[in-house]
């Protein structure tokens, strides 16, 4: 890094580059922190399995969970994250407004996702199925519940990143922020993937 | 923020580089097959329970590194050495915390 600022003896170079840099370690460091999410939610998985044990004689959890509805919630899931690689895509090639159009869309399947969540939780809890019933119905809102606010706090991301886009254009500070939305987001996906295969798929089993 | 006003390239980061769309399409249709495999299984029940699991658990270590390589663009160059630590050091501790607490949790009847 020193030889390339001392060779290149470019007053414009040197600031893109260290502008170029300081970025990088930003998206480094969001880097850490996804990983030190992906233990909280690994903890949150070690207390579900513990306590998928204990149902208190409450619901049967097979007619809790229904296939065709977790079905829908990962596949809007791998929706958004498809879309959001197109947005990303379209930031590379500096296209503002298919950037805009692709980060829509991740919303509107993310809002999707969101929405089938809360009206599972509420129907739950409304059948006497909530948090306070069991251990085991704990632990499921716990998990289930903190990656939902995970990805709730990522569509206010994204409603954030567009206004951005619209209104600043791709420069490489708003380009920058987009590629740890998309971290982010990708990320939130891989949970799902742990959530559908260790609490959904084998309850209904 | 420092924002040089200088800068008016921009940042040619290889993980931006080489965002083409059709890696994404690649891994949303690798992601999809890996999917479908696991609910395919829960909704036929062909095998016996124990056996699904097993292809759910496999269906879903293997969906882990499709999503890690084609959407989140983690690879084995040295631009994405520090993720890949990274990655590596939180699989361990994960590994530990998870692995522990089960083993810890579901051997509590040996005690006296």
New interface residues.
Partial sequence: MTDAVISSGH??ET??E???RA??EKT?GF??YL??D??IF??L???F??MSHNPAAGSASHTLFR?PD??AK??LL?AS??TL??S?????T?QRWRTLAWLGATFLFGLGFVTMEISEFYGMAVAGAGPWRSGFLSAFFTLVGTHAIHVSIGLVWIVLSGCEVTSRG?N??V??RL?RL??FW??L??VW??I???VY??E?? | ?A??P????????P???K???K???V??VL??VL?AI??GF??TRTLR?KQ??VA??I??II??VV??R???RLDLKPSSQ??SI??C??AV??FI??GG??WI??NLNYRK
């Fill in positions: 007053d414009d600031a893109a260290a502008a170029e970025l990088d480094f880097w850490i990983m030190s992906a233990i690994a903890l998985f070690a207390t399995v513990v296939l977790t079905f990962t596949i791998l994250s498809t690689g197109c990303t895509a379209a930031t590379a500096g791709l490489p500070f380009v920058s590629y998309g971290l990708h990320f996906v891989i993937i742990g559908f295969s260790f798929l084998p209904i089993l | 923020m924002a040089p200088r800068l008016s390239k921009m940042p040619t980061s993980q931006r580089r965002s083409t769309i890696g994404y399409l891994g949303a992601a999809l999917t696991p609910f829960v909704a329970p699904i699991f759910i658990s269906a879903a969906q882990v999503h890690l084609y959407f989140l520090n993720k990274s990655l050091f939180a501790v994960l915390l998870f607490t089960l949790m579901f």
